[in-house]
């Protein structure tokens, strides 16, 4: 509640939570929100401008460009929110263990982690698709392959920090059980870390998915996405550029909207970053001014 409290005082983390949150309604309901079919073929139409029934005008296929970019939001948004929930769930587990645990068990768990992240992201995910195949789910299963290592160590750590407090100990002398400190005790503290880092992993992985999309390896036609949607209007970008407007402003908003979500997560959850960002723009002029004056006397 504290959260959503401090929140509120954001107005860019509550802009862009706003914008995330139409973002996700849209997407769920794209069938009754979009105005027209968005693989619907009218080649009478082919790169028509904007009308009053075709909003943001028509691609190279006559498709509507704005039916498509609202069915866009399912494989560049909803299900990369899936496989990111996925990623964490497995990260989360595997990260309470090794941090309440120690020991072997730690050992075991980061030394699987260090091999998964030993090896570039990028890499690794075109070497799965490599083997599994072109196509918007072999990606998802790549990222959630690949991403669980570096949420497992992230909360790992954050987790060791919270079976250090005394009630944490106190508890365990007691004799409570093991499932229901981490419950009870160490879920509640680290849930916040774990949504600062989920809000900003998303971003990347929006733009991930775009790019693999872009580069031909996502999604494949007819399906709306907006990375592949940037790569159909790249053959025409320099005689109609506004084709790439619409799906470039989308992916965008929605990686700004998060990353400034994740800011905001971060500083409502610790007040000092706040409080040490502002003194940094109140230093930033007294510096100038030093300078400037060194310069004058010299």
Known sequence: ?????????????????????????????????????????????????????YLLGNDHLGRCIFSRIIYGIQP????????????????????????????????????MCDTMLSFPGYVMA?????????????ILIAFALIKWAWFARIIRTSVMQYTELNYVKFSKACGVSDM??????IVPVTFSDIAVISSGSIGSMILQISGFSFLGLGIQAP???WGMMLNEAREVMFTRPELMLAPGLAIIIVVSAFNFLSDSLQVTI??????????????????????????VAN
């Open 1 to 53: 509640m504290r959260i959503v409290k401090n929140l509120r005082k954001d107005k860019i983390g509550m802009i862009s939570l706003l914008i995330i949150v139409v973002t996700v309604i849209v997407g769920i309901f794209a069938p009754l929100l979009a105005p027209s079919d968005p693989n619907e073929v009218n080649m009478s139409l082919r790169y028509a401008s904007p009308s009053w029934e």
């Open 76 to 111: 560049s948004v909803l299900w990369v929110l899936v496989v990111l929930l996925v990623s964490v769930l497995i990260g989360a587990i595997l990260g309470f263990l090794a941090g309440y645990y120690r020991g072997v068990v730690d050992a075991v768990i980061m030394r």
């Open 126 to 138: 075109l070497a799965i698709i490599g083997v599994l195949g072109v196509g918007l789910e072999n």
């Open 180 to 185: 229901k400190i981490i419950f009870k005790h």
């Open 223 to 225: 399906n709306a996405e």
């Open 270 to 295: 610790d007040p000092k970053l706040a409080n040490s960002k502002n003194k940094m723009k109140d230093t930033i002029p007294l510096s100038k001014m030093k300078v400037r004056e060194k310069e």
